[in-house]
């Protein structure tokens, strides 16, 4: 008679089962404690920086710290240093400059908030699809599983090789309608009313959103596929049996209950879009703007000026908005870590715009969840 092997009596087979479920438990454990530890110790190095009045509201700025002869240091921006050196008088004893540690990190974060909005909204686009046809339309074959390769290949290519492709693609020579083409153009298409020269975007929030989508772009695109594919099968026969075509099958029948599963890989892409440093290097980060990207200079209207023209102006300082170099917290951060010798100033910075960025980055994790929650409850089997 052959012995059973599922039996439950203390033998070998039972002690490397409690030890397998044990080693698994504490490598879950040791994430959860590492991860927690990493918060708590930016949370305690960062909290109270974040919290100091203008930190979230004022723009990058130089920190100045004015010493006296009390001993006492005092820390102020470049518009009031010069007036408190005069109000000190004989008690100045020096001055020591700080770049990019004084003022807040309100560009950072709104450089950070349209990076991610672009590159989402166009990976998202694109993602969802390219995860249609291969999932809905594109025949099974070799073709099909080349193409699925080479996405899961591209979510391997290193950031710092996306920002090169960004500054070869988007920043010198992506199409723009122009009636004075530049002379760096590789070439101009004539369309009797304007050109259509190819000469980049230059160093802007379109080339660092587009550059930030093809990185997220395959993880977009690989969840998306699954999700469609584990909608059940009847749910599109059933509407093809109805007399719906196959674009009303998807559009009504697939995606909506596939949408929850989308925007979890859209929780992903957030992340890492919002995280990235090296593709953004090339194509849109500054490490300094005293200016917001809607406050960009532009000729001021006669008094004369119609509605039309007002009209054009604010269309063309929201389109500026898309066009303009703007400061990212990775890039911030970097900046601030980059500098050499480091000083407490400097440290302070660094880690008050780390733990507003961990919070960002959250925030909108959670909306997320929050919005694929509710459509699981609305859209379920």
């Known amino acids: 008679m052959t012995p059973n092997p599922f039996a439950g009596d203390n033998t070998r087979t039972q002690r490397r089962e409690a030890a397998a479920r044990w080693m698994l438990r504490i490598g879950s454990y040791l994430v959860v404690v590492l991860t927690v530890a990493i918060f708590l110790f930016i949370t305690i190095k960062g909290l109270p920086h974040a919290v100091k009045p203008g930190f979230l509201t004022e723009l990058t700025s130089t920190l100045h710290v004015i010493e006296t002869k009390t001993g006492e240091f005092i820390q102020t921006g470049p518009a009031e240093a010069d007036t408190i050196k005069k109000q000190l008088g004989e008690a100045f004893v020096g001055e020591k400059t700080i770049s990019y540690s004084g003022g807040g990190i309100l560009g950072p974060i709104v450089g950070t908030a349209l990076l991610v909005l672009v590159s989402v909204s166009v990976a998202l686009f694109l993602g969802v699809c390219c995860a249609i046809y291969l999932s809905e339309y594109a025949k099974k074959g070799k073709f099909l599983e080349m193409v ?41 298409i004539p369309l009797g009313f304007t050109n259509l020269s190819f000469q980049g975007w230059d160093t802007c929030v379109l080339s660092g959103g587009f550059t930030l989508a093809f990185v997220i772009l395959p993880v977009i695109i690989t969840a998306s596929e699954q999700c469609l594919q584990a909608v059940p099968q009847g749910f599109r026969e ?32 957030i992340a890492r879009a919002a995280g990235e440093t090296a593709p953004i290097m090339f194509t849109a980060a500054l490490a300094f703007k005293d200016k917001l990207p809607w406050q960009k200079d532009l000729p001021p209207l006669p008094a004369d000026a119609g509605m039309l023209a007002q009209w ?70």
Do not use: C
């Open 238 to 269: 059933t509407s093809m049996a109805l007399g719906a075509t196959r674009w009303q099958t998807i559009w009504r029948s697939v995606l909506p209950f596939a949408t929850p599963g989308i925007l979890t890989s859209t929780i992903l892409g």
């Open 148 to 188: 699925r390769l080479a996405i899961l290949n591209l979510a391997g290519v290193p950031s710092v090789v996306f920002g090169l492709f960004g500054l070869g693609a988007f920043v010198l020579t992506a199409p723009v309608l122009t009636d004075a083409p530049a002379d760096r153009a590789v070439f101009v």
């Open 312 to 381: 054009e102006q604010s269309v063309q300082r929201f389109l500026g908005i898309f066009t303009e170099s703007v400061q990212a917290l990775p890039y911030h951060i970097y900046t601030l870590a980059a500098k050499i010798p480091q000083n407490e100033y400097s440290e302070q910075a660094q880690y008050g715009s780390v733990f507003v960025f961990l919070v960002l980055v959250a925030s909108l994790a959670a909306s997320s969840i929050w919005l694929r929650v509710h459509l699981r409850k609305k859209y379920k089997w």
